[in-house]
């Protein structure tokens, strides 16, 4: 049913409204997945593919892990679970002043008691190289093409895709 395309474009949708990722490093000795609010600066409608941006502290275990590895992962669940993803990029600390004075907001300056010169504000940058996301096919209309004989396996391979970010 869906395109990758289409699956992709949904996805960045979700994103902008839930915003809510897991984000961790990958290697040897993965790191434990954190909840991080995810920003983009455009709105991704016009095939804009830029950063997914996260605040966070430089007192962080993510952020001090960064000097040993940025391949990260990060997952999501919209808040309907009508939608998922795994975003595979590089992660890494870029307190661009132009990007955190644009994404800056209240519910970001509560976390920082110095404001945008903060020294513990660490803006994180996650370049996506790609990702697999996959529509909820656990739905009503799911549920009766089954009793109507409909291999749910075949249905469901409409409704995941493998998308490059870059």
């Known amino acids: 049913m869906a395109t990758p395309k289409e699956l ?9 409204s839930d915003m809510t990722m897991m984000v961790g490093l990958v290697g040897e000795d993965d790191s434990h997945m954190r909840p991080l609010t995810a920003q ?14 996260f605040f966070s502290s430089t007192e962080t275990t993510l952020v001090r892990e960064l000097s040993r590895s940025n391949a990260a992962v990060a997952t999501f669940a919209s808040k309907g679970h009508d939608l998922f993803a795994t975003v ?16 800056w907001n209240s519910f970001i300056a509560a976390w920082y008691e110095g404001g945008k010169d903060d020294p513990k504000l660490a803006l994180l940058r996650l370049d996506a190289d790609n990702a697999e996301i996959w ?3 656990s739905s009503l209309l799911a549920g009766i093409k089954i009793l109507l004989g409909s291999d749910p ?10 998308v490059s970010l870059k």
Request: glycine letters at 6%.
């Open 8 to 16: 992709e474009a949904q996805f960045w949708k979700a994103l902008k």
């Open 153 to 162: 396996k075949e249905d469901y391979k409409e409704n995941v895709a493998k």
């Open 88 to 103: 595979h990029g590089q992660l890494r600390v870029d307190n661009d002043r132009r990007v955190i004075d644009a994404l």
């Open 135 to 137: 529509l909820n096919a």
């Open 40 to 53: 983009t600066e455009r709105d991704h409608a016009d095939g804009y593919r830029g950063p997914i941006w």
